[in-house]
């Protein structure tokens, strides 16, 4: 059974950064697409970076620069390195791993940014 759990949201000031991780246990991490969500309130979720087996990345447009995904496959675990925080990027961010055209979520972990 896939289980993913996020660590490393908290308070922090415009212009603090914060690291996010996530461990996956009960899969095949190596060969897996993973990926943070955010979710606002009142908004939908939306995508904020994606990293593939392979290492490569992409990011929406409103974190690029700012933001960084990395993943460790021996340790099982996808991180997400928040530099330059802004208000708007408060909202409770979600670690997802797509396997074999399944999405799996974690519980997720607030990130607040004060201004």
């Known amino acids: 059974q896939v289980h993913l759990v996020e660590f490393g949201g908290g308070l922090v000031q415009a212009g603090g950064s914060l690291r996010l991780s996530c461990a996956a246990s009960?899969?095949?991490?190596?060969?897996?697409?993973m990926s943070w969500y955010r979710q606002a309130p009142g908004k939908q979720r939306e995508l904020v970076a994606q990293?593939?087996?392979?290492?490569?990345?992409d990011y929406a447009d409103s974190v690029k620069g700012r933001f960084r995904i990395s993943r460790d496959n021996i340790k099982t675990t996808v991180y997400l390195q928040m530099n330059s925080l802004k208000p708007e990027d408060t909202a409770v961010y979600y670690c997802?791993?797509?396997?074999?055209?399944?999405?799996?979520w974690g519980q997720g972990t607030q990130v607040t940014v004060s201004s």
């Open positions: 997802n791993q797509l396997q074999l055209g399944t999405n799996y």
């Open positions: 009960g899969s095949i991490f190596s060969i897996n697409v």
């Open positions: 990293i593939t087996s392979a290492g490569s990345t």
